[in-house]
T-cell receptor, first 113, second 114 residues
């Protein structure tokens, strides 16, 4: 069964600090992995998309890594800001018709001043 | 470029009542998705349309949920009758296809069933 597990479930950090969110998946065969940011009351917004051949991708202060061998990904946030407070969802797409997505449960990040 | 539009943004109803949600995808996106997101969880796919045809509705509770996309553009999702456990955010997404098949999400409709 395709699964995506994220850790931690929630995290509180101080403004300006760095943090790393983890994602482990069992989706096979693998097509691509995305990280989404979801603000409270809003829909998910894509941060990064990585395919099998990519092992790191950055989007401003967000850097995602992918190890397709161990089926793990991480999202590193540098110099956190209050606006980074949100849920971060790891989503994996398998190589099947329609590229169905498997969603993780998300990590709820709170950045405090 | 306009994003995915959804309405209403919030809805409060009593159990056993009916409710309908509306979604307008990004122009030109042939694929449309409806997701249910319960508080603290990731979204769960309810139904996927390709133009006006259903690709996957395996997780749609068909005894009470229905969805249509008659002209291959806008879509409506209906719940009749609603149960307490239907309280959730209902997200609509659309995609253009392609190798990444990136999905763009709307802001969602937050449903509270009392």
């Amino acid at each position: 069964k395709n699964q995506v597990e994220q850790s931690p479930q929630s995290l509180i950090i101080l403004e300006g600090k760095n943090c790393t969110l983890q994602c482990n998946y069992t989706v096979s065969p693998f097509s691509n992995l995305r990280w989404y940011k979801q603000d409270t009351g809003g829909g998910p917004v894509s941060l990064t998309i990585m395919t099998f051949s990519e092992n790191t991708k950055s989007n401003g202060r967000y850097t995602a890594t992918l190890d397709a061998d161990t089926k793990q990904s991480s999202l590193h946030i540098t110099a956190s800001q209050l606006s980074d407070s949100a849920s971060y969802i790891c989503v994996v797409s398998g190589v099947v018709a329609g590229n169905m997505l498997t969603f993780g449960g998300g990590t709820r990040l709170m950045v405090k001043p | 470029e306009a994003g995915v539009a959804q309405s209403p943004r919030y809805k409060i109803i009593e159990k056993r009542q009916s409710v309908a949600f509306w979604c307008n995808p990004i122009s030109g996106h042939a694929t449309l998705y409806w997701y249910q997101q319960i508080l603290g969880q990731g979204p769960k796919l309810l139904i996927q349309f390709q133009n006006n045809g259903v690709v996957d509705d395996s997780q749609l509770p068909k005894d009470r949920f229905s969805a249509e996309r008659l002209k291959g553009v806008d879509s409506t999702l209906k719940i009749q009758p609603a149960k307490l456990e239907d309280s959730a955010v209902y997200l609509c997404a659309s995609s253009l296809g392609g190798i990444y098949n990136e999905q763009f999400f709307g802001p969602g409709t937050r449903l509270t069933v009392l």
